[in-house]
């Protein structure tokens, strides 16, 4: 089997946290760059962040920059995605994904949805007051 399994989603406050978890099973991800997406119902599939390889380059969506923060455990073969400061904006499936990039640790086009090798099935997440 090679799958993302992604978990942690669920309805929270505005102004509350949630960590997602992204894990990886029948290949590992030391020589993938991971993608976090979101669509919401209506919308189109947004780019929430990426995280190189090595984990040692990230970027960020204008629109959650400052309040969530993406980290990777090679060891765990798990990328995570720390969510702070959740608005009702932020109200969307969630999926992760890896792309193939070696051990440059560059982000490549993690941007483009098209790049990436495997995705996971989403794991939503619901802001309501």
């Known amino acids: 089997q090679l799958q993302l399994v992604e978990s942690g989603g669920g309805l929270v406050r505005p102004g509350g946290s949630l960590r997602l978890s992204c894990a990886a099973s029948?290949?590992?991800?030391?020589?993938?760059?991971i993608g976090w997406f979101r669509q919401a119902p209506g919308k189109e599939r947004e780019g929430v962040s990426c995280?190189?390889?090595?984990?040692?380059?990230?970027k960020y969506a204008d629109s959650v920059k400052g309040r969530f923060t993406i980290s990777k455990d090679n060891a765990k073969n798990t990328v995570y995605l720390q969510m702070n400061s959740l608005k009702p904006e932020d109200t969307a499936l969630y999926y992760c994904a890896a792309y193939f990039r070696g051990r440059s640790d560059d982000l490549g086009n993690c941007g483009v949805a098209d790049e990436y090798d495997y995705w996971g099935q989403g794991t939503q997440v619901t802001v309501s007051s």
């Open positions: 029948g290949f590992t991800l030391d020589d993938y760059a």
């Open positions: 995280i190189s390889s090595r984990g040692g380059r990230t």
